[in-house]
């Protein structure tokens, strides 16, 4: 049986490929929507993104919702000068004619974990988690429904991606991550110290443009332009592919591993605002909440992208 899921996504080049991966994986997940926040770029092209990345999959049949278009507390940040202006910069992209659902993302995800029966549907974020950590609070029932949420954030070891201490989605909404966090729901985290082990080599990249599909070209181009930001900043082989992360640990966990620990999110520091404090080493007697992903066989989450992706 596919697992039933939601994913929240804020698109974003990595975004995009972790919506390919999903929609691309049928016998593995069935994507009951996907709901866009603000994150990497302003609402209103999270959630027309998200329509794009449906569309280049064959799959405008997908439902696209948008949820919250500011952080609970905070001034949204947003991520131009890794994503270009759009979010999707690199290739050339049509608009997209597939319609935006009228429903509230938020309405969306308290109504689906209320109808599907409870345990059923794992919350997949890969953006900031304002929409999960709203619906939360708004219908604190839900939780208790929740099989487990599978979210890209944090990060311990790597340090914070766009603060020293902070990684970004988390850093944008620390308030919701907070929530989540303390929900009591499972959670298994992908923080930079994993996904910075998924590097898109020149290599890799080659093998997505190999596909000689339109989906394997514009995945190239999107990697060959969000690349050049990493390459910079960290002088590695290639960029760190995120949010796929999410996707391949529900199609295939044996490539992952880590562990079950207590991970809590600094909210009140200017210092290390969004910091994902993971207790590694179980130095204190907090409870674990989260499994805390730490390593990736690279070799084997890129075969797997490059063989979903060929089936679009």
């Not at 050049?228 to 640990?249: M, T």
């Amino acid at each position: 049986m596919p697992r039933k899921i939601i994913i929240d996504t804020d698109p974003g080049q990595d975004d995009a490929v972790a919506i390919l991966l999903a929609l691309a994986s049928p016998e593995n997940v069935e994507v009951l929507g996907i709901t866009a926040v603000a994150g990497n770029v302003p609402l209103p092209l999270t959630q027309k993104n998200a329509r794009i990345v449906c569309e280049l999959a064959g799959k405008p049949e997908t439902k696209v919702f948008a949820g919250c278009d500011a952080p609970l507390e905070r001034t949204l940040v947003t991520a131009e000068e890794v994503h270009g202006k759009t979010g999707l910069d690199g290739p050339a992209m049509a608009d997209p004619t597939m319609p935006l659902q009228d429903q509230h993302a938020v309405d969306f995800i308290i109504e689906t974990m209320r109808n599907e029966p409870a345990g059923t549907v794992t919350l997949c974020p890969i953006g900031p988690l304002t929409n999960i950590a709203t619906a939360f609070n708004r219908a604190p029932d839900i939780k208790a429904r929740v099989q487990e949420i599978v979210l890209m954030g944090g990060g311990y070891f790597e340090g914070g991606n766009v603060t020293p201490a902070a990684e970004f989605n988390i850093y944008v909404d620390p308030q919701a991550a907070d929530i989540v966090l303390r929900s009591g729901v499972p959670i298994t985290m992908m923080p930079l110290d994993v996904t910075h082990k998924a590097l898109t080599t020149r290599a890799r990249i080659e093998a997505f443009r190999g596909i000689g599909t339109e989906v394997g070209r514009m995945v190239a181009e999107w990697t060959d332009f969000f690349e050049r930001f990493d390459i910079e900043k960290y002088g590695s082989d290639g960029a760190p592919l995120h949010d796929p992360c999410v996707i391949a640990w529900l199609i295939r966990p044996e490539l992952f591993s880590g562990r079950h620990v207590n991970v809590e999110v600094e909210t009140s520091s200017d210092l290390t605002m969004g910091m994902t404090v993971a207790d590694w080493w179980r130095v204190t007697d907090r409870a674990p909440n989260a499994m805390f992903i730490g390593d990736v066989d690279a070799d084997g989450f890129f075969d797997l992208l490059t063989e979903r992706l060929a089936r679009l």
